[in-house]
C-alpha cells in the first residue's frame, strides 16, 4: 500500500512571507539589470552603436539613392539615438537571461507537472519573439520600404530622420515581438481553463478580424506591413490550436492522466 504521505502536496510548507517574496523580486530584477548591463558593454565593444545603426539602416538605405544618407535632424539625435538602439539590441540579446529570472521566482510555487509546462513555453516564448523581429529586420522593412518608395516624387528627397527611422522600426520590432506570441497565449488560455480547444476553433473567424483591425492600428499605412502581421498571427491562432492540445496531455497532472486512462 503506499504511503498517505506520499498523496500530501508537494507544495506544502514552501509558503514564502510576503517580504520575503518582495525581496526575492528584487534580487532577480537586480540580476536581470546586471545581464542587461553586461549585454550593453558587448554590445558597445562589438558591433558598437554605430555598427548597430548601420545594421538597422540596411532595409531603408536599400531603397535610397546610393550616396544618399539618413539625416539628424535633433542637436543630440547623433548621440542619444545609438544609445537607445545599444539598450534595445541589448535588451533582445538579454531576453533569455530575463525569461530565467522570471522563472526562478515563479517556480517554487509551482507543481512539478506545471514546471515540465513552463519550461518549453518559455524557451518558445523568446524564440518567437526573435523570430518575429527577424522577420521585420529581413523582410517587412525591404517590402515596406519598397512599397512606400514607388509613391516618392521625382522632385521629392527622401531623406528621413534617423530619429523617427529608429522609432518607427522600434514600435514594428515590439509589434511583431508581441504578435509572435499568440500561440504562447492560446496555450496559456487553455491551461488556464479559461477557454476549450473547441471555443478556439469557433473564434477562428472572428480572429482572423481581430489580427487584421491590430495590424492597421500598430503599423504603419501600407498593405505590406498590415498583411505581413496578420497574416503570421492568423497562421499562429492554428499553431497555437494544436500545441494548446499536445501542452495539456503532455502536462497533465498525473492523478488527472490517470482518472482519464480510466476512462
Same mark, same amino acid.
Given at each position: 500500500?503506499?504511503?498517505?504521505?506520499?498523496?500530501?502536496?508537494?507544495?506544502?510548507?514552501?509558503?514564502?512571507?510576503?517580504?520575503?517574496?518582495?525581496?526575492?523580486?528584487?534580487?532577480?530584477?537586480?540580476?536581470?539589470?546586471?545581464?542587461?548591463?553586461?549585454?550593453?558593454?558587448?554590445?558597445?565593444?562589438?558591433?558598437?552603436?554605430?555598427?548597430?545603426?548601420?545594421?538597422?539602416?540596411?532595409?531603408?538605405?536599400?531603397?535610397?539613392?546610393?550616396?544618399?544618407?539618413?539625416?539628424?535632424?535633433?542637436?543630440?539625435?547623433?548621440?542619444?539615438?545609438?544609445?537607445?538602439?545599444?539598450?534595445?539590441?541589448?535588451?533582445?540579446?538579454?531576453?533569455?537571461?530575463?525569461?530565467?529570472?522570471?522563472?526562478?521566482?515563479?517556480?517554487?510555487?509551482?507543481?512539478?507537472?506545471?514546471?515540465?509546462?513552463?519550461?518549453? +513555453?518559455?524557451?518558445?516564448?523568446? =524564440? #518567437?519573439?526573435? *523570430? @518575429? %523581429?527577424?522577420?521585420? $529586420?529581413? !523582410?517587412?522593412?525591404?517590402?515596406?520600404?519598397?512599397?512606400?518608395?514607388?509613391?516618392?516624387?521625382?522632385?521629392?528627397?527622401?531623406?528621413?530622420?534617423?530619429?523617427?527611422?529608429?522609432?518607427?522600426?522600434?514600435?514594428?520590432?515590439?509589434?511583431?515581438?508581441?504578435?509572435?506570441?499568440?500561440?504562447?497565449?492560446?496555450?496559456?488560455?487553455?491551461?488556464?481553463?479559461?477557454?476549450?480547444?473547441?471555443?478556439?476553433?469557433?473564434?477562428?473567424?472572428?480572429?482572423?478580424?481581430?489580427?487584421?483591425?491590430?495590424?492597421?492600428?500598430?503599423?504603419?499605412?501600407?498593405?505590406?506591413?498590415?498583411?505581413? +502581421?496578420?497574416?503570421?498571427?492568423? =497562421? #499562429?491562432?492554428? *499553431? @497555437? %490550436?494544436?500545441?494548446? $492540445?499536445? !501542452?495539456?496531455?503532455?502536462?497533465?497532472?498525473?492523478?488527472?492522466?490517470?482518472?482519464?486512462?480510466?476512462?
Amino acid at each position: 500500500m503506499s504511503d498517505p504521505k506520499d498523496s500530501t502536496d508537494e507544495l506544502a510548507g514552501t509558503e514564502q512571507p510576503f517580504v520575503q517574496h518582495l525581496m526575492e523580486l528584487r534580487d532577480r530584477l537586480l540580476y536581470g539589470m546586471a545581464g542587461l548591463g553586461i549585454c550593453m558593454a558587448l554590445l558597445a565593444i562589438w558591433p558598437g552603436p554605430s555598427g548597430l545603426i548601420d545594421l538597422i539602416a540596411v532595409p531603408i538605405r536599400a531603397h535610397m539613392p546610393p550616396d544618399a544618407k539618413l539625416i539628424a535632424v535633433g542637436v543630440f539625435s547623433p548621440f542619444f539615438v545609438p544609445i537607445k538602439v545599444l539598450a534595445m539590441a541589448a535588451l533582445l540579446l538579454s531576453l533569455p537571461w530575463w525569461m530565467y529570472q522570471i522563472w526562478a521566482f515563479v517556480a517554487p510555487g509551482l507543481y512539478s507537472h506545471e514546471k515540465r509546462f513552463a519550461v518549453p +513555453l518559455i524557451v518558445l516564448g523568446s =524564440l #518567437l519573439a526573435y *523570430v @518575429g %523581429i527577424a522577420f521585420v $529586420q529581413f !523582410f517587412v522593412l525591404d517590402k515596406m520600404f519598397g512599397f512606400i518608395q514607388q509613391f516618392t516624387p521625382a522632385s521629392v528627397a527622401a531623406t528621413p530622420d534617423i530619429a523617427s527611422y529608429v522609432e518607427a522600426i522600434l514600435s514594428l520590432y515590439l509589434a511583431f515581438g508581441l504578435a509572435f506570441q499568440v500561440p504562447i497565449v492560446v496555450v496559456l488560455l487553455v491551461k488556464m481553463n479559461m477557454v476549450s480547444v473547441k471555443q478556439l476553433k469557433e473564434f477562428r473567424g472572428y480572429f482572423i478580424v481581430v489580427a487584421f483591425i491590430i495590424a492597421a492600428v500598430v503599423t504603419p499605412p501600407d498593405v505590406i506591413s498590415q498583411l505581413a +502581421l496578420a497574416g503570421p498571427m492568423c =497562421l #499562429l491562432y492554428e *499553431v @497555437g %490550436i494544436w500545441g494548446a $492540445q499536445w !501542452f495539456i496531455k503532455s502536462t497533465a497532472a498525473p492523478e488527472q492522466t490517470a482518472e482519464d486512462a480510466a476512462k
